[in-house]
């Protein structure tokens, strides 16, 4: 290997890749390591992380524009989430907690609130439908996260171990109706997930998404009052798409100054 022609050796490595992106049935060690990750978020009462997300997307110009956002999140089972985004993308904080969910604008001064089912499965499986909110990590949430992530699952593939941040990793790679997507595992005794890449093949153009996760505490102290909005007196409550619709326009101001 060390007197490989460079030329030779760049066409082995994208050999390489080639081989592995080839398309393939499902590996049944790929659904295992999928599951005991699932298994550890599944049997966690209670978590948090942190998310930093990159998001390609076509634009009016005909060219792709780069959307970058940072996220902390907090999950309580059976029913409380709390999330707070910001960045290029929608800036917004998201609290529920069993009975309510409520979206915040907190830059516009504006929120909304909607009644809610009791459990985090069903207010996740209702509240893109209901609030226009899209939660990309919403499949890690569920108190069967396998259930959701191997729905209708065509391939499944380990792609190799690798490294996430220093962290030991299982990357793998699996395809789906409508979305081919990774997921890079730590492989220590607690699975967790440190990396998610998608790539939407039912939108134009094909737009990606990527999401690194952090910070993983599964046995975090959680106030109830964490999942709660309190009303500060200068919001105004208003309809709950509007409340994202203007949020966008302003992250869209912001970045063309």
Known sequence: MKNLPLHSLCLLLIAGSLNAAEPAGIDPNAVALLKRMSATLSNAKAFTFRTDSILE?????????????????????????????????????????GKSVTAVAPREKVFSTIKAPDTLDSMLSGIRRETDIHLHIAPLLFSDSYAHLTRNLQSAVIIGPTHVRGIPCDHLAFRSPGVNWEIWISSGKTPLPYRLAATFTDKPNLPRKFIDLS???????????????????????????????????????????
């Open 215 to 257: 910070d993983w505490n599964l046995h975090p102290w959680l106030r109830s009052s964490t999942f709660t909005f309190r009303q500060p007196r200068d919001f105004q409550e208003i309809p709950f798409k509007t409340v994202l619709k203007d949020a966008r326009k302003k992250s869209v101001r912001d970045s063309s100054h």
């Open 57 to 97: 997307t076509p634009c009016a110009t005909g060219q792709f524009i780069t959307v970058v956002s940072e996220g902390a999140l907090a999950v309580q089972r059976p029913n409380k989430i709390r999330a707070s985004y910001d960045g290029d993308g929608t800036t917004f904080d998201l609290f529920y907690n």
